[in-house]
C-alpha cells in the first residue's frame, strides 16, 4: 500500500516525454482516470482502517473497458437511415437535372471500351451484395460487443451515404449506357416526387425490385459502397484463422463490383472513387479506434477531421481493441430472473466463522 501511495505522488515533470505521445501526468480529453484513482485510493485508506471485509478479487479495468451503451448505437442508426432518407431524396431531385441521353451520350470510359454489356450482370451484384449484408447481419448479432461494432458500422455508412448526397448534387453525369430507361421527370409535381421517394424506400433502392428507374446518382456508385463495406466489417470482426470465410466474402464482393461495370451500369470512375472512400475512412477510423495512443497525441493529423468530435463521442469508453469474440445474443434465463444470494452464499458463510 505504502508503494501505491509513492507511485501515486510522483511529479509528472519527472515522467514528460518528447516522442509526440501524452505523458502519464497529463489527462486524456478522450477519457482519464485522474478521479477514478482517487476514490480507489481513499476506498483503499478506509478499508485499512476498518479491517472488517471480505476481500474479493476482481480483474481490474476489464468490466468497463468496452461498455455496450446502446443508446449510442440507436443514435448511429438513426444518422444512417437519415441519410439513406437524404439519399434517396437527392436522387429524386438530381433525376429532374439528367440530359437526355440522345441530346446528351455517354461519356467515353475505357472499361465499356473493351467489355460489352452482359445484361444479367447487375442483378448479380444486387444479389451478391444482398447475401454479404445478411451474412453480416448474423455476424453482427452473435457478436460480444454488437453494440460497439455496430454504431461502428452505421457511422460510416451513414457518412459515406452523405458524401454521395453531395457528390451526385454538385456533378450530374449522363446516363453510362443507350440501354438505359430512366422513369419521366416531373418537374413541378411535388407530390409525385414524394411517391417516387416512397417507392424507393420501400423497394430498397434495387433494381430487382423494380423501384429504382431513376437516373442520375452515378457519382459515386453506392453499391459499391454496400459491397466493400461490407467486407471490410466481415473481415475485420471475424476470427483471423478463418481464411476460407474471407476469401469467399472477397469474392462475392468482388464480383458484385466487377458485374456493376460488365453491366454498364456506372462508369469506371462512379466504382472506382466509391471503393477509395469507404476504404480510407474505415482505415482511417479503425486505426484511431484501436491505437489508443493517437486519440491523445497531438501530432494525430486525423483529429483534423470533421467527424472528429463524433468519433470522441462515441468511442471514448472503448479503451481497448475489440476482441473476436461471439455469443449467444438472449441468454435464459434472463440475469433478472436468477437468484443472486447464491453467489454470495459462501462469502457469507466465511464471514460468520
Known amino acids: ?94 433525376h429532374e437535372r439528367v440530359p437526355p441521353k440522345e441530346s446528351s451520350p455517354p461519356l467515353p470510359d475505357k472499361f465499356f471500351d473493351y467489355i460489352d454489356r452482359v445484361q444479367w450482370a447487375f442483378t448479380v451484384t444486387e444479389v451478391n451484395g444482398m447475401v454479404l449484408v445478411s451474412i453480416w447481419s448474423i455476424q453482427l448479432l452473435f457478436h460480444r460487443y454488437r453494440a460497439i461494432v455496430g454504431r461502428r458500422y452505421f457511422f460510416i455508412l451513414g457518412t459515406l451515404y452523405m458524401y454521395r448526397c453531395i457528390t451526385m448534387y454538385v456533378t450530374t453525369l449522363p446516363v453510362p449506357g443507350m440501354h438505359m430507361v430512366c422513369a419521366p421527370k416531373l418537374y413541378g409535381d411535388s407530390q409525385a416526387k414524394l411517391q417516387r421517394v416512397l417507392q424507393l424506400l420501400s423497394g430498397g433502392g434495387l433494381s430487382i425490385t423494380g423501384s429504382h428507374l431513376l437516373c442520375g446518382d452515378f457519382l459515386y456508385s453506392g453499391h459499391t459502397v454496400i459491397l466493400t463495406l461490407t467486407y471490410l466489417f466481415l473481415k475485420e470482426y471475424s476470427p483471423r484463422s478463418f481464411w476460407w470465410y474471407h476469401l469467399l466474402c472477397w469474392l462475392t464482393a468482388a464480383v458484385g463490383i466487377v458485374c456493376i461495370l460488365v453491366a454498364h451500369e456506372h462508369y469506371s470512375v ?67 430472473l436468477k437468484n443472486p444470494c447464491k453467489k454470495y452464499s459462501m462469502v457469507q458463510s466465511g464471514r460468520e466463522e
Not at 486524456?28 to 474479493?56: F, M, Q, W
Request: hydrophobic residues 35%; charged residues 15%; glycine residues 4%.
Open 270 to 336: 462512379d466504382v472506382v472513387v466509391a471503393y477509395f472512400i469507404t476504404t480510407r475512412l474505415f482505415y482511417w477510423y479503425h486505426t484511431m479506434a484501436n491505437l489508443q495512443t493517437l486519440k491523445c497525441s497531438p501530432n494525430n493529423y486525423l483529429t483534423h477531421t470533421w467527424w472528429n468530435p463524433v468519433f470522441n463521442f462515441f468511442e471514448r469508453n472503448v479503451q481497448t481493441q475489440v476482441p473476436c469474440s461471439f455469443c449467444w445474443p438472449i441468454t435464459w434465463p434472463p440475469a433478472c
Open 1 to 94: 500500500m505504502a508503494s501505491a501511495d509513492h507511485q501515486g505522488n510522483e511529479d509528472p515533470a519527472d515522467t514528460s516525454r518528447t516522442d509526440g505521445a501524452p505523458s502519464p501526468g497529463t489527462s486524456c480529453p478522450v477519457h482519464s482516470h485522474t478521479a477514478e484513482e482517487a476514490k480507489r485510493n481513499g476506498l483503499r485508506k478506509g478499508l485499512v482502517r476498518h479491517r472488517d471485509y471480505v476481500k474479493i478479487s476482481v480483474p481490474e479495468g476489464k468490466g468497463n473497458r468496452l461498455p455496450s451503451e446502446w443508446w449510442k448505437t440507436f443514435m448511429a442508426l438513426f444518422y444512417a437511415v437519415l441519410n439513406l432518407v437524404l439519399t434517396t431524396v437527392m436522387i429524386t431531385v438530381v
